[in-house]
């Protein structure tokens, strides 16, 4: 498909004009997830698993049946291991929560890498806190990049859980997550991929990768804000105690104990983003209808053009892996003697939609640096 045919699909792009370079915050939203999402309140809007008419028991088979896409999507090897959360942040708390202060003992190690996003960060701050464990780090060299010399002498023995983003949300850089994840095992423990910058721009078997979690937000996959996905080995989540309590995720509630729902329902609790749901199965119907390849093929097109091009200007410090076939849709730059959000706004100005951090020179050196 060209690239202004699927311009055309984006309602918010014909009634602005702007160009929208901030997916990686948030995507904006094709005319076919907005319908869909439209069509679920006007024509089956129910509360899913609360009522035994009709209504409800559509709104159910159809929340249902995005579960069973989502599980396709990604090769689950079962529905049940499928859970919604509001997004990949909160999908990340339940892990850190449920599994790691339940499994976490003293002196035992979690390892995640530098360029981890905050979520995948302070969950684990507080958790290796609580439980007199220890956080360790993997860092980057000089090309942004993970070196298999840092992974073999960051995870040791003593690591029980490793947490790495498949796609990093500041440089672009692609992790050998399949390598981390392989010599991890190999040292017993168990490994959480947030996948919330890959899965827009590739596919993902999880089976494949082995990955014992894996985690991703809609809202960065053109479905809507608020909606996200767990997927986790059934084994592992059978054992996790839950994160919420209340809702659908009860079995039978006496006066002084309760038992809980299997999975998935053991997790979600509450009445849940049907509507989010909804959008998400719609927004990997409109992915599935481009196709990876073509996503991959106008990306690498795209990026290839502008690394050519922004090398081109001696004013701007560019933060990105030599290595093309090791780097995503992210492009990260300075321009010399000028703060990042006045380069925003003064891009706004013009309408150009950038996300602004402070320097990220200062951020690199002091944060991402060994």
């Not at 918010?12 to 997916?23: C, M, Q, V």
């Not at 009522?51 to 090769?75: D, H, M, P, W």
């Not at 004013?315 to 703060?339: A, D, Q, R």
């Amino acid at each position: 498909m060209d690239i202004k045919e699927i311009k055309k699909d984006f309602p918010i792009l014909e009634n602005r004009k702007i160009t929208y370079l901030d997916s990686g915050a948030t995507t904006q939203k094709p005319r076919y997830v907005i319908e869909k999402i439209e069509e679920f309140y006007k024509k089956y809007n129910a509360n899913p698993h609360r009522g035994a008419y009709s209504l409800s028991v559509e709104a159910t088979e159809r929340y249902e049946n995005t579960r069973t896409k989502i599980a396709k999507f990604i090769n689950a090897k079962h529905t049940e291991e499928i859970i919604f959360s509001k997004n990949a942040t909160e999908s990340l708390n339940l892990i850190a929560y449920s599994y790691g202060m339940e499994n976490l003992k003293k002196d035992d190690e979690v390892v995640i890498s530098i360029m981890e996003h905050h979520s995948n960060l302070v969950p684990w701050q507080k958790v290796t806190k609580n439980t007199n464990s220890l956080l360790n780090y993997m860092y980057i060299n000089d090309n942004y990049e993970i070196s298999d010399k840092e992974i073999e002498e960051k995870i040791t023995d003593k690591t029980r859980i490793v947490g790495i983003t498949h796609v990093s949300n500041v440089l672009g850089t692609i992790n050998n997550i399949k390598k981390i994840i392989k010599y991890a095992h190999s040292k017993g423990a168990i490994v959480i991929v947030d996948a919330s910058q890959s899965i827009p721009h590739m596919k993902i078997d999880v089976q494949d990768l082995n990955c014992d979690f894996l985690v991703f937000s809609g809202h960065k996959m053109l479905a809507p804000l608020g909606i996200g996905v767990l997927y986790g080995k059934k084994e592992l989540l059978n054992k996790m105690s839950p994160f919420l309590m209340g809702g659908d995720m009860i079995e039978y509630v006496y006066e002084q104990e309760t038992t809980f729902a299997p999975l998935p329902n053991k997790f979600e609790a509450g009445t849940q983003n049907v509507e989010g749901v909804i959008g998400l199965g719609a927004a990997i119907d409109y992915i599935e209808s481009i196709g990876y390849d073509n996503i991959e093929k106008q990306e690498k097109e795209v990026i290839s053009y502008a690394r050519e091009e922004l090398s081109k200007l001696d004013f701007l410090e560019i933060y990105i892996t030599p290595n093309e076939e090791n780097h995503s849709g992210v492009i990260s730059f300075n321009i010399k003697g000028v703060h990042p959000h006045d380069v925003a706004s003064i891009l706004d100005a013009n309408g150009v939609c950038v996300r602004s951090r402070k320097p990220l020179c200062t951020t690199i050196n002091e944060i991402y640096g060994n």
